[in-house]
């Protein structure tokens, strides 16, 4: 299990996360939702060593304290995310933007490994999950939008995780881009996985949800199951207000 305590991250008196404490459980999907500026993204900034705290810690785990967690330190922990503004090697082809996912993470040995069979059938495998095999010799820089996000989960499934955070993976995405990735989160959650999910669309979250939590100025205003939380009315008015 991974769970914040007293959680707090502010921006020159901002209160961007404020005294949050909250719990994510494997094999569940946790929706995260709330207005623009709720603290969504800066939550799995926290949680992914993107951001430093301010105070509090999490914890994976019951005896696990994180409370100076850098970026590079994540996949320690069995961490993984996507993020809202895609992040890849531009200038790498789809298929290297796996292998280097793939291949030996010490820098030094990464220069010198050499692409085994073992690690070419397993970007073969994702890539054709999410359904860019084709794209394989393309460059990053050259994918559509929705291509793009698609990669980034691909890379995402890539790293031996535990914990997956996923921000916005289907804005943008056509029709069938949005049932590859809703398969990706289901297959996760099947396979015991913890997945975080911060999506704007309530459909989607009602759909692939078990439990949604509603943030609003940094702080924890709802949590629960998908049907009982949307029907909160301080939940409608802090979207109708937003």
Do not use: C
């Not at 009602?206 to 509603?214: A, F, G, K, M």
């Amino acid at each position: 299990m991974l769970s914040t305590k007293n959680l707090k991250k502010h921006f020159d008196g901002v209160k961007a996360v404020h005294n949050l404490s909250l719990e994510f459980a494997p094999g569940q999907i946790t929706g995260i939702i709330g207005p623009n500026g709720s603290g969504k993204s800066t939550l799995v900034n926290l949680l992914t060593g993107v951001m430093p705290f301010d105070g509090g810690a999490g914890y994976i785990g019951e005896t696990l304290k994180l409370e100076k967690l850098a970026a590079y330190d994540v996949a320690e922990y069995g961490i993984t995310r996507t993020f809202q503004d895609v992040r890849l090697f531009e200038q790498m082809t789809v298929l290297d933007n796996l292998l280097v996912v793939l291949t030996e993470r010490n820098i030094f040995s990464a220069f010198f490994e050499r692409h085994k069979r073992l690690h070419l059938d397993e970007a073969e495998r994702l890539l054709t999950k999410v359904g860019l095999w084709e794209k394989r010799d393309a460059l990053a820089v050259n994918l559509s939008y929705g291509q793009r996000k698609l990669l980034e989960v691909a890379r995402a499934l890539a790293m031996p995780a535990d914990i997956y955070f996923f921000d916005e993976p289907f804005a943008g995405l056509f029709t069938e881009m949005v049932k590859i990735v809703a398969e990706v989160l289901r297959e996760l959650r099947a396979a015991g996985k913890m997945v975080v999910l911060i999506e704007h669309n309530m459909d989607l979250i009602r759909e692939l949800s078990d439990t949604v939590v509603v943030l609003d100025a940094g702080e924890l205003l709802a949590i629960g199951k998908p049907a009982d939380v949307l029907a909160k009315s301080e939940v409608v008015e802090a979207y109708l207000g937003e």
